[in-house]
């Protein structure tokens, strides 16, 4: 039995792939720890994760303050042209773990399709929106 499905198929033919495989991991690799280095320490922003590896999905939470993630996520839409998921993330256990069930936060999920200079334009603006 295969350690898991890639044996059976082309890189074109892939439905799937493992989260540490392919660009969408190298996205994964830039996004997050560029975004915890690039806001991470900035005043009023809080970013969710473990940054300490490059094994990691292309995903960056964040909150500003105690603005609501909401309000957050539609600045960046309305301001920046940014889009964001902003709430629980059907994940309210993790949410109350993070003291965060109240306020959400804010979530980035970069993929392939992102430039290294979209990425830093999303930090740029979590930067602007903080130091408001």
Do not use: W
Not at 15 to 33: C, L, M, N, Q
Not at 40 to 47: E, L
Not at 56 to 61: C, D, K, P, Y
């Amino acid at each position: 039995m295969p350690k898991n499905g890639k044996e059976f198929f082309t890189d074109e033919e892939k439905p799937f792939s493992h989260p540490y495989d392919g660009p969408a991991a190298r996205a994964g690799v830039y996004a997050g720890p560029a975004a915890h280095r690039g806001v991470g320490g900035g005043p009023n922003v809080k970013v969710y994760g473990d940054f300490r590896t490059d094994r990691r999905a292309a995903i960056v939470s964040l909150n500003i303050g105690d603005y609501d993630s909401a309000e957050i996520s539609d600045e960046l839409s309305g301001r920046y042209g940014i889009v964001t998921r902003s709430g629980a993330h059907c994940a309210p256990l993790m949410h109350e773990a993070l003291g965060t069930k109240i306020q959400g936060a804010v979530r980035f999920s970069f993929s392939h399709y992102n430039t290294e200079e979209e990425i830093d334009e999303a930090i740029r603006a979590v930067k602007e929106l903080a130091e408001e």
